[in-house]
């Protein structure tokens, strides 16, 4: 089980988030990627093995952690950044996401 | 680049069948996982089935397992995802997904699928 935290942050556009996603147990390889939504489209990855960014994405855009901890950040949010952020384990099936941290504007 | 496009999706009454299929194209597909994930209307994603590279491992979440079927048809660079004996709760949008464990994965842009009478 995958658990991200928080549900919902409010920010202004240039501040910091910080997202976390905690695992009930240790992902193997760190095989843990975060994907952005926006409404009515398809999910994107930004994040793969806990902190390689895919292709084209913006390094403002970091991740990190290891074991059960795991961190998105965004310095800087701009205002195309409000999304909804999923992290993924994909080490072994079942694989799962977590429940969503929604970024809101403040 | 990396093209995954579903198809195959529709409004079905409950307790019938759908047969979803994914092209893909810019890769070479006989080396990669493939993946079907859904999401309810206004919920999260749900992964729901695997097919390994070589198509000899197929893996299922518990909540389809024994009513979908995933397939691959090597020859025609596709997935497939046969969804049995559909229940409202199967209502969403899927979307085909290529695996990888050094780049992670890329997703099709997703296919509706609505049961209802």
């Known amino acids: 089980v995958l658990t991200q935290s928080p549900g919902t942050l409010s920010l202004s556009p240039g501040e910091r988030a910080t997202l976390s996603c905690r695992a009930s147990q240790t992902i193997s390889f760190n095989y843990l990627a975060w994907h952005q939504q926006k409404p009515g489209q398809a999910p994107r990855l930004l994040i793969a093995g806990s902190s390689t960014r895919a292709t084209g994405i913006p390094d403002r855009f970091s991740g990190s952690g290891s074991g059960t901890d795991f961190t998105l950040t965004i310095n800087g949010v701009e205002p195309e950044d409000f999304a909804v952020y999923y992290c993924?384990?994909?080490?072994?099936?079942?694989?799962?996401f977590g429940q969503g941290t929604r970024l809101e504007i403040k | 680049q990396v093209k995954l496009v579903e198809s195959g999706g529709g409004v079905v009454q409950p307790g019938n069948s759908l047969t979803l299929s994914c092209a893909a194209s810019g890769f070479n597909f006989n080396s990669y996982d493939m993946h079907w994930v859904r999401q309810a209307p206004g919920k999260g994603l749900e992964w729901v089935a695997r097919?390994?590279?070589?198509?000899?491992?197929?893996e299922y979440a518990d909540s389809v397992r024994g009513r979908f079927i995933i397939s691959r048809d090597k020859s025609k660079n596709t997935v497939f995802l046969l969804m049995n004996r559909l229940g409202r709760d199967d209502t969403g949008t899927y979307y085909c997904a290529r695996g990888s464990f050094t780049s992670g994965w890329s997703w099709g842009q997703g296919a509706l699928v609505v049961v209802s009478s």
């Open positions: 993924q384990h994909y080490d072994s099936s079942p694989i799962t």
């Open positions: 097919s390994s590279f070589d198509d000899e491992r197929r």
